[in-house]
């Protein structure tokens, strides 16, 4: 059983354009949502990450929304730069950053100069 | 530090050969996990430790895989017999009291 839902599958965008990838969970106990970045050859590394006592996070070009009605959550890369393009995992998880992550399957972002 | 250490980065093997990954954690780490990635299902864990203890292997595909941690600062995840399927990246990744880091991951090719 999937957990985490993750959308689409891949993404190709221009530069300057506007990066969204989107993620749905199931499992209502989950207190922790991060977004992974990983580079080809490389092991995936934490972006940013968000809790659900907050609707929206923002560090710099990226930032995550979140709606916990819908239990759903996303990934916004504003103003995406080639070197954005990577493969983007969100993530989930009970007990906070403590706890264990179920990832969703990827998305391959392509960002065209 | 020099992050989470894996090896070998690269193997190739023949079905039914043993294969042996390796992870040194990031000193001062006290949980460690082991991942498996391919393109059909994604990151899955395969098994995490809490203080050298293993804590859950509910990932851990069948009885041919298994993992130790003798120590602080070291890890084995072991194939075998390994076979074709079992090919994918497998990464370790080690957390203290915040985020979880990960290595640099092993590329497995069982032929």
């Known amino acids: 059983q999937q957990q985490v839902k993750q959308s689409p599958q891949s993404l190709i965008v221009q530069k300057g354009g506007i990066s969204i990838i989107n993620c749905a969970y199931e499992n209502t106990a989950f207190d922790y949502f991060p977004w992974y970045q990983q580079f080809p050859g490389k092991g995936p590394a934490l972006l940013i990450a968000?809790?659900?006592?907050?609707s929206e996070k923002k560090e710099g070009r990226f930032t995550i929304s979140f709606n916990k009605s819908a239990k759903q959550f996303s990934l916004h890369i504003m103003d995406s730069q080639p070197g954005d393009s990577a493969t983007y995992f969100c993530a989930a998880s009970k007990e906070g950053s403590q706890g264990n992550l179920i990832f969703g399957k990827g998305t391959k972002l392509s960002v065209k100069p | 530090d020099a992050g989470v250490i894996q090896s070998p980065r690269h193997e190739v093997t023949e079905m039914g050969q043993e294969v042996t990954l390796r992870c040194k954690p990031i000193?001062?780490?006290?949980?460690l996990f082991w991942y498996r990635q391919t393109m059909m299902r994604g990151l899955e864990l395969l098994i995490y430790f809490n203080n050298n203890v293993p804590i859950d292997d509910s990932g851990m595909p069948e009885d041919r895989f298994s993992a130790k941690m003798p120590n602080a600062s070291f890890s084995t995840l072991k194939i075998q017999p390994s076979e074709p399927r079992d090919s994918a990246v497998y990464f370790c990744a080690s957390r203290g009291t915040g985020e979880l880091f990960f290595g640099e991951g092993s590329r497995l090719t069982v032929l």
């Open positions: 000193s001062g780490h006290n949980s």
């Open positions: 968000i809790r659900p006592d907050v």
